[in-house]
């Protein structure tokens, strides 16, 4: 299965000719530019707990609590569905590369999901090269997120294809204030989106324009966050954290018109962290995620919830709650590499409660000094 990961991201950032369909992107419940495997297997739920280089999109002022420098230049985030999986994995190990190529191209993934009517094929690459230290990270993201659906029944169902490729510099400053028992922090983003959106009935051909389909604009981001814990037993904690806090639409739009806005939303979170023994602490939260609603979709969706087990803080077993369904993971860390494997899900429907669940899996790697 790693070896399958790897050749796919040799492969991941070739011309890439999806469009965006009438597919979700699950921005209320994952609204972050740039995932964190760690913070998936909890649920999603990191706004209190995040203290590495993704405190830039979780919650800035997470940076305060920055153990030690990083400057990590191989920084990668990998996750598919298994209807990716299970699609370009029919055959000899000799063809993945072959399978992994041919699933950039619409008529070939239609063709490999007509054995998975229903199912969504989806593909999500993370690339996060950045210098961090205590109070500060600098460094430039690349997102890349192609999906594809055949709705049922296979023989009349329309075929949906989407992609969204976000990239740019990232900039984050915290200050702690009251002797660090209050946080507050701030990233900016300069962010580049490319999204586009087609969807084609049984018999028409699939066939892409880049200037007719294609969404592109950019635009300034900021994420603010505050952070308030108290010094006492379990180190009760809580965080907000205010997305697209100058609410911003996009500049210089071009093709077919401007991407997906992102909303204005509001995240609290609450956590309490007890010691458990000489060298194990247990991180337990709860988040709820777009308080204001911006995104339209059950308040019981919004909800967040994960634990993280930490053993010496080199060993790591998570779980979580999040868009209705569970996750988990296990986490390796040293000073110079950083190993998460984890699984969870979302809902494939827009409205209800746990109707269709997708089960998703990650491979995150980074290495530096």
């Not at 950039?104 to 993934?109: L, M, W």
Request: proline share 5%; net charge neutral; with cysteine.
């Amino acid at each position: 299965m790693l070896l399958r990961f790897l050749t796919i991201v040799l492969l991941i950032f070739a011309p890439a000719r999806f469009a965006r369909a009438n597919i979700d992107f699950e921005d209320a419940t994952f609204p972050e530019l740039v995932t964190s495997a760690r913070a998936l297997a909890m649920g999603n739920a990191y706004i209190c707990k995040t203290d590495d280089a993704w405190s830039a999109f979780y919650n800035p002022a997470g940076l305060g609590t920055v153990r030690q420098p990083q400057f990590h230049l191989f920084n990668m985030h990998l996750e598919a569905s298994g209807a990716f999986l299970k699609a370009i994995g029919e055959g000899d190990m000799t063809d993945l590369p072959q399978n992994v190529t041919s699933s950039f191209e619409p008529q070939e993934v239609r063709e490999r999901l007509v054995e998975q009517p229903g199912k969504l094929s989806h593909l999500r690459a993370n690339f996060f090269p950045n210098f961090t230290v205590r109070g500060m990270t600098i460094g430039y993201f690349l997102s890349q997120r192609n999906r594809a659906i055949i709705e049922k029944p296979v023989d009349t169902g329309d075929f949906h294809v989407a992609e969204r490729r976000d990239h740019g510099p990232v900039f984050a400053l915290n200050l702690p204030l009251f002797g660090g028992i209050f946080k507050i922090g701030a990233s900016a983003a300069y962010l580049y989106r490319r999204e586009l959106n087609k969807t084609f009935e049984e018999n028409d051909p699939v066939e892409i324009d880049e200037e007719a389909d294609y969404q592109k604009g950019r635009g300034l981001q900021v994420t603010t966050g505050a952070r308030l814990t108290l010094p006492i037993t379990f180190l009760p904690t809580f965080s907000a954290v205010l997305r697209n806090a100058t609410d911003k639409g996009w500049e210089s739009v071009t093709g077919a018109g401007e991407p997906t806005r992102i909303e204005q939303t509001i995240d609290l979170g609450f956590s309490l962290t007890p010691q458990i023994g000489k060298l194990s602490r247990l991180h337990l939260e709860v988040n709820y995620k777009d308080l204001n609603n911006a995104y339209g979709i059950p308040a019981s969706r919004r909800i967040a919830a994960g634990m993280e087990l930490d053993f010496t803080r080199r060993i790591f077993l998570r779980a979580g709650y999040g868009d209705g369904w569970g996750s988990g993971g296990i986490g390796v860390r040293s000073r110079t590499f950083i190993m998460d494997l984890t699984t969870y899900a979302v809902d494939r429907q827009l409205e209800g409660f746990r109707k269709e669940e997708d089960r998703r899996f990650v491979l995150s790697l980074s290495s530096g000094f």
